[in-house]
């Protein structure tokens, strides 16, 4: 019986190396060669799971994938759908603008969306949809006027310079500088 259990245990390294070195380790032949890149294509989509697939294919580097697919598609605008959830990417700013000012209240945020950050934005400006976002809209948009922006700033680059710049310049300074 202990004789069978190490054939089996060697016949499962032997056979586990063969397929690593066959498939796997690159040849010799396969180094010197360079890699032809494949010109990026829009994902494939599925029935209820969308894009899916691809996203997982392409999790590591998922960033750069999702810009490449913004960046090749018609009207740099793409409609990401995934296990029955879609989003709107987008690199046009006419179509950000229909978005985010033009016709605003069609597209909510959702109730996923508020209960997924709840915790984090509360139901504040960036959490609420409808007449309660106009609202906090028109709150806002008193407290964020020229004016106190322009005050805000400026207090702000007052004390920058003269709490953390003039004295880290101050003790920079050479001796034979010092007056």
Known sequence: MHIQLLDFFFLFFFFAAIFFFLFKAPSHANRNKKKKKKAPALPKQFPVIGSYLDYLANF???????????HISPANTYVFHRLGQQFVLTGNPAVLQHILKTHFPVYQKGQAFRQTLTDF????????DGD????????????????SLRKFVEQVVDTEINDRLIPILSTRRSPKQSP
């Open 121 to 128: 934005l509360g139901n504040g400006i960036f959490n609420t």
């Open 132 to 147: 309660t976002w106009k609202f906090q809209r028109q709150v806002a948009s008193h407290i964020f006027n020229t004016t």
């Open 60 to 70: 590591d580097r998922r960033i750069q994938w999702l810009s490449d697919v913004v």
